[in-house]
């Protein structure tokens, strides 16, 4: 059964800074894994998802990488901004269907 | 484009009554996904439609819980006889119908469910 632990649980950082966020599971026979930000009282909003040939991915300040022989996956987050703060969750698909086991995710705030 | 539109928001029921959540999917997508967020977890998989089947209803509790995608219409997902645990966020999901294994699935804001 997969299983995703994302490290840390909560993370506080001043505005500017650069982070990364961890994401690890268990089976790795991954088709491919997907990073999603929640914002409180909101859905989920896609930010990545890399295939399993893929190494990285990027887009704008995020930057994803994929260890899939480690089951490893970070989130880098470039130059943060107030704006980031949000919960980040990592997620990867179930075996033989695109289902999706998450982790609990990372609540990332941004202080001024 | 609309994306995946839920409703209500909110539902307040008490124990006992029934709750009836709605998922409309992103136009053009047939796959359908519901998830349960409960205070304090991480989101758990409850069950993955495609038009008029249920492909995968493991993560879903087996009484009082059901889900249907007809060919017309918004998914259900119906919770008979509420309890208190049943107080959650619930969301949905949609993909396209091909390659739904490797398309990102988007999601919907949510309805958050509270029994008194």
């Known amino acids: 059964k997969q299983e995703v632990t994302q490290i840390p649980a909560a993370l506080s950082v001043p505005e500017g800074e650069n982070l990364v966020l961890n994401c690890s599971f268990t089976d790795s026979a991954i088709y491919n894994l997907q990073w999603f930000r929640q914002d409180p009282g909101k859905g989920l909003t896609s930010l990545l998802l890399?295939?399993?040939?893929?190494r990285e991915q990027t887009s704008g300040r995020l930057n994803a990488s994929l260890d899939k022989s480690s089951g490893r996956s970070t989130l880098y987050i470039a130059a943060s901004q107030p704006g980031d703060s949000a919960t980040y969750l990592c997620?990867?698909?179930?075996?033989?269907?695109?289902?999706?086991?998450f982790g609990k995710g990372t609540m990332l705030l941004v202080s001024p | 484009n609309a994306g995946v539109m839920q409703n209500p928001r909110h539902l307040v029921r008490r124990r006992g009554q029934e709750a009836r959540l709605r998922c409309s999917p992103v136009?053009?997508?047939?796959?359908v996904y519901w998830y349960r967020q409960l205070p304090e977890e991480g989101l758990k998989f409850m069950v993955y439609l495609q038009k008029e089947n249920i492909i995968d209803e493991s993560g879903m509790p087996k009484e009082r819980f059901s889900a249907e995608f007809p060919k017309e219409g918004p998914s259900i997902l119906r919770i008979q006889q509420v309890v208190r645990g049943d107080s959650a966020a619930y969301f949905c999901a949609s993909s396209p119908q091909d390659r739904g294994m490797n398309q990102p699935q988007h999601f919907g804001d949510g309805t958050r469910l509270s029994i008194l």
């Open positions: 136009k053009g997508h047939s796959h």
């Open positions: 890399i295939q399993s040939s893929q």
């Open positions: 997620a990867v698909p179930n075996s033989g269907y695109s289902t999706l086991t």
